[in-house]
């Protein structure tokens, strides 16, 4: 496994190790110890979900506050996403910024998000499959919505694509308003 520094602290962008031949491919998807040597943390999942959707789906951003955050690993099984996570972490130098990658069952890249950061994706093929950890439990009384097309973040989606929202994602708040419910 490759883990490739995002500039942003506990982000990590992972790059499996793919053995192919004739019958199919093989890779390992994670293993704890080989993640707390490359990253210095020992996350322990306690959910996993998987979401089914079709393209110009864009589900996000969201996050959970307080100590009902959520650290995930992220994974596209089949088909293809963008993926974007915004810093809600006050005390670095990277709040407020943004990191997005192209995550493909063809490229296997995994992308972990360490907690109090707001997370969202648009997919960008038919019947993707997306699949991440958590290492907290969701619960909804807690969640909160980053608008996807606050002025900060909405250059990051591609133009000229009929997004399909659901209404909780239509009715996110801008970051102004998700900044100060973080302190509440």
Known sequence: MN?????????????????GDSRGYFFEAFNAKSFEIATGLKPHFVQYN????????????????????????????????????????????????YYYV??????????????????????????????????????PEHELTLKYNDENYAHVWPANVNFILSEKDIKGLDFAA????LDV
């Open 178 to 181: 998700i900044t100060s419910k």
């Open 102 to 139: 192209e995550l493909t069952a063809e490229n296997q890249k995994q992308l972990f998000v360490p907690r109090r950061f707001a997370h969202g994706f648009l997919v960008l093929e038919e019947d993707t499959i997306f699949t991440y950890s958590c290492d907290n439990y969701y619960h």
């Open 50 to 97: 998987q979401s089914k959707s079709q393209k110009n789906v864009l589900r996000g951003l969201h996050l959970q506050k307080g100590t009902f955050s959520q650290a995930k690993l992220i994974r596209v099984i089949q088909g293809a996403v963008l993926d974007v996570v915004v810093d809600l972490r006050k005390e670095e130098p990277t709040f407020g910024k």
């Open 3 to 19: 883990f490739i520094d995002t500039g942003f602290k506990d982000l990590w962008l992972m790059e499996p190790n793919v053995f």
